[in-house]
Nanobody, 126 residues
């Protein structure tokens, strides 16, 4: 199980970015994919996740209404569309893949047992 993130960069407040997470070594069909972020001096925060099998999604309150997670099964890719970005969104964003477990909340499962990518830097600044 291997995931690689891309799409980070520098953007002005109010701007948009789309992050990509490409999976290899497995097919997305029965996995959950999540995005976490970590800003300097802060704890790693769960941002969003999607269960590929049923399409159910989760968003942290801090990004609800601004970020959208989606999947492209044909290309084994999950996207995180980030709109209306604010400086507080500045962080390294990590993609994580894991097998859902009905006994564990998906973000908890991903944080503890998932396979993590290397991260991509997102900087929101004027």
């Amino acid at each position: 199980v291997h995931v690689v993130e891309s799409g980070g960069g520098l953007v002005q407040p109010g701007g948009s970015l789309r992050l990509s997470c490409v999976a290899s070594g497995f097919t997305l069909d029965y996995y959950a994919i999540g995005w976490f972020r970590q800003a300097p001096g802060k704890e790693r925060e769960g941002v969003s996740c999607i269960n590929i099998s049923d399409g159910s999604t989760y968003y942290a309150d801090s990004v609800k209404g601004r970020f959208t997670i989606s999947r492209d099964n044909a290309n084994n890719t999950v996207y995180l569309q980030m709109n209306s970005l604010v400086p507080e969104d500045t962080a390294v964003y990590f993609c994580v893949a894991g097998e859902p477990d009905n006994n564990i909340p998906t973000m908890t499962m991903l944080r503890a047992f998932g396979s993590w990518g290397q991260g991509t830097q997102v900087t929101v600044s004027s």
